[in-house]
């Protein structure tokens, strides 16, 4: 596609069980982020991956939250025993050449999770 | 360590009117510095984004931006306000990483 493709696109889930969240980055894109954004607060980086370089996993906030990358297409981000405070919009973002720090990052939609 | 301010959680402007979005940023060298703008619903959309050269960054959708050395600030200036900029900006640095810091944002409220 065009860009960046996140499903779904809002999950509702009961506490305690888990998620899958999902992303397509543009095609070619060799460097993919993984973000949460609370309510009115900025963006929260969760992990970074970048070809087949091992990930950067230094902003996940605990062993409940995994990711994986397929080579360097989807990547799916797992939330583990859901608790309420893990509500938020996950946004998932590729860029074409990290090794570049000025380079662009586009952005999809986001997944809006709700956990009651 | 870089790190990024947004003073104002919110703005309010008539449409119009001119903008001024405050920005300012830590970090030892010369940092990259981005604006992004994300409606309601939606992912962020770069509009605009300075590493070097001109102080004087165009953007997208009439928006510029000026980075301050002496300030540690690069504020985000549009001349006229249009209803449909309503939306939450963010602004972010990157320096000696490739993961970038975001701002809170600033929501900016346009009045008819």
């Known amino acids: 596609g065009a860009g960046v493709s996140q499903s779904p696109s809002n999950k509702v889930t009961e506490k305690g069980k888990d998620v899958e969240l999902r992303c397509d980055p543009i095609s070619g894109h060799t460097a993919l982020y993984w973000y949460r954004q609370r309510l009115g607060q900025g963006l929260e980086f969760l992990i970074y991956?970048?070809?087949?370089?091992?990930?950067?996993k230094s902003g996940l906030p605990s062993d409940r939250f995994s990711a994986e990358r397929t080579g360097e297409s989807v990547s799916t981000l797992t939330i583990q025993r859901t608790q309420q405070e893990d509500s938020a919009v996950y946004l998932c973002a590729s860029s074409l050449l990290p090794e570049m720090l000025g380079d662009t990052q586009y952005f999809g939609p986001g997944t809006r999770l709700t956990v009651l | 360590a870089q790190s990024v301010t947004q003073p104002d959680i919110h703005i309010t402007v008539s449409e119009g009117a001119s903008l001024e979005l405050r920005c300012n940023y830590s970090?030892?060298?010369?940092?990259?510095l981005f604006w992004y703008v994300q409606s309601p619903g939606q992912g962020l959309q770069l509009l605009l984004k300075?590493?070097?050269?001109?102080?004087l960054v165009q953007g997208i959708k009439g928006f510029e931006a000026e980075f301050k050395r002496s300030q540690s600030s690069f504020n985000l200036r549009k001349p006229s306000v249009h209803w449909s900029d309503a939306a939450e900006y963010f602004c972010?640095?990157?320096?000696?990483?490739?993961?970038?810091?975001f701002g809170r944002g600033t929501s900016l409220i346009v009045h008819p």
């Open positions: 970090y030892g060298a010369t940092p990259y």
């Open positions: 991956f970048q070809g087949n370089s091992a990930p950067d």
């Open positions: 972010a640095v990157t320096g000696g990483s490739y993961i970038p810091t």
């Open positions: 300075y590493f070097s050269g001109d102080t």
